[in-house]
């Protein structure tokens, strides 16, 4: 997943200035078989509880999104993206596995709007520590997704880069609330 042709912005081996990582149509396989029961059923929790998250932080960052030129909104419309790749990410996974997504997801969609909208009516400052309050959760999530869940690998790979992802995130909303800017 690093290219080092156009060498950006590494955390824990990722480079996450890349925010939508190439797919090859051979990277799309069918998984699962032979796995414990046990295992998928927790491959399956983990997987929903993600990609239900991914909805939440993109719809988040959607309706945070104004028409007022700047670097706030670059960044916004640039981690929106990358949310929405997340939740790909873990949407193809899911059917990889032969899994549904959470049939429940559409409350989280709910709650990311009310984060989002009330945000934005609030200002940039509250945008910000919104964002980073957020993605401080979600990368504890995926703490601790990663420890207990027995991954397969390519999927425990994808899970680190989009946790690195996060941490940027942080990183990116810290920086422009110190810059007092906002
Ligand atoms: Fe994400
Ligand atoms: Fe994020």
């Not at 549904?100 to 520590?129: C, D, E, N, Q």
């Amino acid at each position: 997943m690093e290219d080092n042709r156009n060498p950006g912005q590494s955390q824990g081996g990722y480079n996450i200035s890349i925010i939508r990582p190439q797919i090859i149509n051979k990277d799309i396989k069918l998984r699962g078989e032979g796995f414990a029961e046990r295992r998928l059923a927790s491959i399956k929790k983990g997987l929903r509880t993600l990609h239900t998250l991914e909805l939440m932080a993109q719809t988040i960052y959607k309706f945070q999104i104004t028409k007022e030129p700047g670097e706030l909104n670059r960044r916004l419309v640039a981690a929106m993206c990358n949310e929405m790749t997340h939740y790909q990410d873990f949407q193809v996974k899911l059917l990889e596995y032969g899994f549904r997504p959470s049939p429940f997801r559409w409350a989280y969609w709910i709650v990311g709007f009310v984060f989002g909208y009330l945000s934005r009516l609030t200002g940039p400052k509250a945008i910000l520590k919104v964002g980073i309050w957020v993605e401080t959760k979600a990368v504890h999530h995926y703490d601790r997704l990663l420890e207990k869940i027995e991954w397969d690998e390519d999927t425990r790979k994808i899970i680190e880069k989009d946790q690195a992802d996060e941490f940027g995130h942080i990183n990116h909303w810290k920086e422009l609330l110190d810059s007092n800017r906002y």
